[in-house]
């Protein structure tokens, strides 16, 4: 879990595939509200859309506003090199 501010977003590259990012009337209000990575949305929802729906996260219940798309990982990244 992160807490972050809407630039989060475009600082880390990450787009949405569902819902919307928080605005800075979120934060400045304390909305209670929260963008899921792909994982955690499949993990908790499985195939069901997560905006909308309430996510409780450290006993405190928060509203899924948008979810993230996975994030592309380079092949070359993770397999190591073969030494002639």
């Known amino acids: 879990m992160i807490g ?7 600082t880390k590259n990450r787009t949405l595939s569902l819902g919307t990012s928080f605005t800075d009337s979120d934060i400045s209000t304390a909305r209670k509200v ?3 990575g792909s994982s955690a949305a499949e993990g908790i929802f499985g195939t069901t859309d997560a905006v909308g729906r309430p996510v409780l996260l450290d006993g405190i219940q928060f509203t899924s506003w948008g979810c993230c798309r ?7 990244a993770t397999t190591p090199r073969s030494h002639r």
């Open 4 to 10: 972050t501010d809407p630039e989060y977003f475009t």
């Open 34 to 36: 929260v963008v899921l």
């Open 70 to 76: 996975p994030q592309a990982t380079s092949p070359t």
